[in-house]
Structures are given as structure tokens and as C-alpha cells.
């Protein structure tokens, strides 16, 4: 199964109403897979 990606990342913080640098969506992207 493939890893999240910083473009999901970035889709689950647009429906959380959350506004992440790019240094965050990283950071959460790494996070969320493992």
C-alpha cells in the first residue's frame, strides 16, 4: 500500500480547515505513514 502523500496531506488539512506550510505538510505526511 502506497505511503500518504504530501497531496493528501494537504487535502485532509483543506477539509480540517487547517492552513500547513510546506515544511508541515512534510512533516505530517511522514507522520501519517508511519
Known sequence: MPGITREEVAHLARLARLE?????LEHFAG???D
Not at 20 to 24: K, N
Request: negative net charge; hydrophobic residues 25%.
Open 20 to 24: 500547513l506550510s510546506g515544511e508541515e
Open 31 to 33: 507522520q501519517l505513514d
